[in-house]
């Protein structure tokens, strides 16, 4: 089985998209609130991987994981064709501490028996420090943009070296 830990804001959704997109009446913790704050173009990104990363599943780390079920992502999720994908979620500390993000990570991965090299953290925060032992595992994205075809591909690497960037001719 192959992970990722999933941070929402700045991954799956991005500044652009806050900008521009129907302000919602719905509540967080609403399906209809999920559909309106994620940006489905970096989702079809997450999907890419999904279908490139074989035996991938979704843990969520993100603060979102407060509001909704494993069931609710795996229900928005499966508009994209990522069924069933998201198999839990991080432990919940009452602190937004980045590094507290990193260690209940760290704690899920060891919990479940996940090798390092079975695992990717996907977050908009550097919340590995260069000197952490797993901070080859981390990859960053630019909460201007959230989750690029770019970082789908680069995430991919990351599972499996052998893989290449498809060559697209226009």
């Known amino acids: 089985m192959r992970i990722i830990a999933l941070d929402i804001d700045g991954v799956l ?16 913790g609403s399906l209809d609130f999920m559909k309106a704050n994620i940006d489905p173009w970096n989702t079809r990104n997450l999907s890419y991987i999904a279908k490139n990363v074989k035996d991938l599943r979704i843990v969520i780390s993100s603060t979102w994981r407060m509001y909704y079920e ?8 499966s508009k994209f064709d990522m069924k ?15 590094d507290t993000r990193s260690r209940e990570i760290d704690i899920w ?21 260069p000197t952490h ?18 970082d789908a591909c680069n995430v991919i690497e ?3 070296t052998e893989w290449k960037k498809p060559r697209f001719f226009f």
Do not use: A, W
């Not at 979620?89 to 009452?94: A, D, E, Q, V």
């Not at 991965?109 to 420090?129: A, C, G, P, Q, R």
């Not at 797993?134 to 770019?150: A, E, H, P, S, V």
């Open 13 to 28: 959704n991005n500044y652009v998209h806050y900008i521009y997109r129907k302000k919602s009446e719905h509540k967080i």
């Open 70 to 77: 494993i069931e609710d992502f795996n229900k928005y999720f």
């Open 84 to 98: 069933d994908l998201v198999i839990g979620k991080t432990l919940i500390r009452l602190s937004s501490d980045f």
């Open 109 to 129: 991965m060891k919990e479940n028996s996940i090798k390092k090299e079975d695992y990717v953290v996907l977050d908009d925060h550097s919340i590995y420090h």
């Open 133 to 150: 032992p797993d901070f080859d595992r981390f990859y960053q994205t630019d909460c201007n943009n959230g989750l690029t075809y770019t």
């Open 158 to 160: 990351k599972f499996d």
